[in-house]
């Protein structure tokens, strides 16, 4: 790529622009991602779904690991800590990737727990709120026909 008109630099002015292609893209940059991300994930014993590609699983003793798969967004899930621990430094040894701790959000959907009650779960009412709201369909009051679904 030529360099942009009035930012020649002095001295430099044969030379030309590199395109980053992880800025820019390809067409096939996705599909390349996720194929090299499924053979190095499949490497270390994980097993893709039959039903959803993006998600994988993991299988060891009693321990199990789920891993979702959302574009370049990992999700793990488990029943042992420590095999999560090592499912994830040995992610950050294939990979460049930043530990972003506990998911609260993922896709618009809230996760919640209660570990005292061993209890996991998932609501999208933030979501519906949104879209109420885009709408205009936001009611500020009960609506009286709508008291049996309570």
């Known amino acids: 790529m030529d360099q942009p008109e009035g930012l020649t630099a002095v001295g430099e002015e044969q030379k030309v622009c590199r395109l980053q292609r992880s800025i820019y893209g390809l067409k096939q940059a996705s599909q390349s991602w996720n194929t090299h991300f499924d053979e190095v994930i499949r490497g270390y014993n994980f097993i893709k779904n039959d039903y959803d590609p993006c998600i994988y699983k993991k299988i060891s003793g009693s321990s199990v ?21 090592d499912i994830k430094a040995w992610l950050s040894t294939q990979f460049s990737m930043k530990d972003m701790g506990e998911a609260s959000y993922i896709l618009g959907t809230k996760i919640y727990r209660d570990r005292s009650r061993r209890m996991l779960g998932l609501t999208q009412s933030s979501y519906i709120k949104k879209v109420l709201k885009r709408f205009k369909m936001a009611l500020k009051t009960r609506s009286h026909s709508h008291e049996a679904w309570d």
């Open 65 to 85: 690991a789920y891993l979702v798969l959302y574009v370049d967004d990992i999700l793990l899930i488990g029943n042992d800590v420590k095999m999560l621990a």
